[in-house]
C-alpha cells in the first residue's frame, strides 16, 4: 500500500495559518521569507495578522495556501523525508495543484508564488465583479448536475467546476445562468444550493483570458519533471511530463477539478493514506466521504509534521 499527498486549494486559507511553523522552523520561516522577496511584498504579514478580507482576495490567498503547505514539506524534508522514495502521488485541487508540483521539485518556489499571483489577478480580471457566480450542489448525482447546467447554459454560460465528492458538485459561470441551474437542481432533489462567496466564476469558460495569461507564464518559466506524479485535476491520471503538466495546468483555469475521480483513482491504484500538507481539512473530509478504505490525515501543524514524520519513516 502506498501514500499520496495532497495539497489544499482556496476557501482552507485563515488569519495566523503557518506562523506556528515559522516559529518552531528555521526552514519554515525561510520559504516565508522567500515567497515575501519574490513578490515583493510582505504576504506573510497578512497571512498571520490580517485582514482577513485581504489574505481572502485570489491574488494573495493563492500564493499564501501555496507557502504553507511548501513550508511543511521542507521541514519533513530537512528531518529525513525522500519526497521520491516515500510519496508515490501527489495532487492538488485547483491551485493546489501549483503547491503539488513545487513540493515534486517541478517549478522553484519562487516560481511557484509568482505563478500563482499572475494566476489570481488573471482570475480575478477575466470577469465583471458580480457578473460570474458559483453555487454548490448538495446530493444531486453527476449527471444530473450536468443536465441542470446544460439547461441553465441556454440563458449563459454554466458548467460543473468542481467534482469534489462526498455528494458536493460546484457549477460555475454566468450568474443568471448559475441561479437558473441551482434553482432547477432544488427542483429535481438537490438537498441544497448554496450560492458560493466568491469574487469570479472559477473553472469556466469565463476564465478564458486567464487561462491565456497562464499558457503565456507558464511557457517562459523553467521546468523540471517532478519528482512524483502528479495526478491532474482535469484528467484524474498521473502524469510526469513537466511540458504535458504545464498544458493541462492551462487547460485547469477553464476546466473542471476531477478531485472525486482522483480520490477513486488512489483508492483503486493502491493508496491506503492520503495526507493532506497545508492550512485547513478540507481535502482530508472529503477522501474519507469519497472512499472509506482511504485514510486521511491533515499535516498543518508541528504536533502534525512529527506524527507525519514517525509514520512515514518508521
Same mark, same amino acid.
Given at each position: 500500500?502506498?501514500?499520496?499527498?495532497?495539497?489544499?486549494?482556496?476557501?482552507?486559507?485563515?488569519?495566523?495559518?503557518?506562523?506556528?511553523?515559522?516559529? !518552531?522552523?528555521?526552514?519554515?520561516?525561510?520559504?516565508?521569507?522567500?515567497?515575501?522577496?519574490?513578490?515583493?511584498?510582505?504576504?506573510?504579514?497578512?497571512?498571520? @495578522?490580517? +485582514?482577513?478580507?485581504?489574505?481572502?482576495?485570489?491574488?494573495?490567498?493563492?500564493?499564501?495556501?501555496?507557502?504553507?503547505?511548501?513550508?511543511?514539506?521542507?521541514?519533513?524534508?530537512?528531518?529525513?523525508?525522500?519526497?521520491?522514495a516515500k510519496?508515490?502521488?501527489?495532487?492538488?485541487?485547483?491551485?493546489?495543484?501549483?503547491?503539488?508540483?513545487? *513540493? !515534486?521539485?517541478?517549478?522553484?518556489?519562487?516560481?511557484?508564488?509568482?505563478?500563482?499571483?499572475?494566476?489570481?489577478?488573471?482570475?480575478?480580471?477575466?470577469? +465583471?465583479?458580480?457578473?460570474? #457566480?458559483?453555487?454548490?450542489?448538495?446530493?444531486?448525482?453527476?449527471?444530473?448536475?450536468?443536465?441542470?447546467?446544460?439547461?441553465?447554459?441556454?440563458?449563459?454560460?454554466?458548467?460543473?467546476?468542481?467534482?469534489?465528492?462526498?455528494?458536493?458538485?460546484?457549477?460555475?459561470?454566468?450568474?443568471?445562468?448559475?441561479?437558473?441551474?441551482? !434553482?432547477?437542481?432544488?427542483?429535481?432533489?438537490?438537498?441544497?444550493?448554496?450560492?458560493?462567496?466568491?469574487?469570479?466564476?472559477?473553472?469556466?469558460?469565463?476564465?478564458?483570458?486567464? *487561462?491565456?495569461?497562464?499558457?503565456? *507564464?507558464? !511557457?517562459?518559466?523553467?521546468?523540471? @519533471?517532478?519528482?512524483?506524479?502528479?495526478?491532474?485535476?482535469?484528467?484524474?491520471?498521473?502524469?510526469?511530463?513537466?511540458?504535458?503538466?504545464? #498544458?493541462?495546468l492551462v487547460?485547469?483555469?477553464?476546466?473542471?477539478?476531477?478531485?472525486?475521480?482522483?480520490?477513486?483513482?488512489?483508492?483503486?491504484?493502491?493508496?491506503?493514506?492520503?495526507?493532506?500538507?497545508g492550512a485547513?481539512?478540507?481535502?482530508?473530509?472529503?477522501?474519507?466521504?469519497?472512499?472509506?478504505?482511504?485514510?486521511?490525515?491533515?499535516? @498543518?501543524?508541528?504536533?502534525?509534521?512529527?506524527? *507525519?514524520?514517525?509514520?512515514?519513516?518508521?
Amino acid at each position: 500500500m502506498s501514500v499520496a499527498f495532497t495539497f489544499p486549494g482556496q476557501g482552507s486559507q485563515a488569519v495566523g495559518m503557518g506562523k506556528d511553523l515559522a516559529d !518552531a522552523y528555521p526552514e519554515a520561516r525561510a520559504v516565508f521569507d522567500e515567497v515575501d522577496e519574490a513578490l515583493g511584498q510582505t504576504l506573510s504579514d497578512i497571512m498571520w @495578522n490580517g +485582514p482577513e478580507e485581504t489574505l481572502t482576495l485570489t491574488a494573495n490567498a493563492q500564493p499564501a495556501l501555496m507557502t504553507v503547505s511548501i513550508a511543511a514539506i521542507r521541514v519533513m524534508q530537512a528531518r529525513g523525508l525522500n519526497l521520491s522514495a516515500k510519496v508515490s502521488y501527489v495532487a492538488g485541487h485547483s491551485l493546489g495543484e501549483y503547491s503539488a508540483l513545487c *513540493a !515534486a521539485g517541478m517549478f522553484s518556489l519562487a516560481d511557484t508564488a509568482r505563478l500563482l499571483r499572475i494566476r489570481g489577478n488573471a482570475m480575478q480580471a477575466a470577469v +465583471p465583479v458580480g457578473a460570474g #457566480a458559483m453555487a454548490a450542489i448538495i446530493g444531486l448525482e453527476q449527471a444530473d448536475v450536468q443536465a441542470v447546467c446544460s439547461e441553465a447554459a441556454a440563458i449563459g454560460p454554466c458548467q460543473i467546476a468542481n467534482d469534489n465528492g462526498g455528494g458536493q458538485i460546484v457549477i460555475s459561470g454566468g450568474r443568471e445562468a448559475v441561479e437558473k441551474a441551482a !434553482a432547477l437542481a432544488t427542483e429535481r432533489g438537490a438537498k441544497r444550493a448554496i450560492m458560493l462567496p466568491v469574487s469570479a466564476p472559477f473553472h469556466s469558460a469565463l476564465m478564458a483570458p486567464a *487561462a491565456d495569461a497562464m499558457r503565456d *507564464a507558464l !511557457a517562459d518559466v523553467a521546468k523540471s @519533471n517532478p519528482v512524483v506524479p502528479v495526478i491532474a485535476n482535469v484528467r484524474a491520471a498521473p502524469v510526469s511530463d513537466a511540458d504535458e503538466i504545464a #498544458a493541462l495546468l492551462v487547460e485547469q483555469v477553464t476546466g473542471q477539478v476531477r478531485w472525486r475521480e482522483t480520490v477513486e483513482w488512489f483508492a483503486a491504484n493502491g493508496v491506503s493514506t492520503v495526507y493532506e500538507v497545508g492550512a485547513g481539512k478540507v481535502l482530508t473530509g472529503l477522501a474519507r466521504r469519497i472512499d472509506k478504505t482511504i485514510t486521511g490525515v491533515a499535516v @498543518n501543524s508541528p504536533a502534525d509534521i512529527d506524527a *507525519a514524520l514517525a509514520a512515514l519513516l518508521g
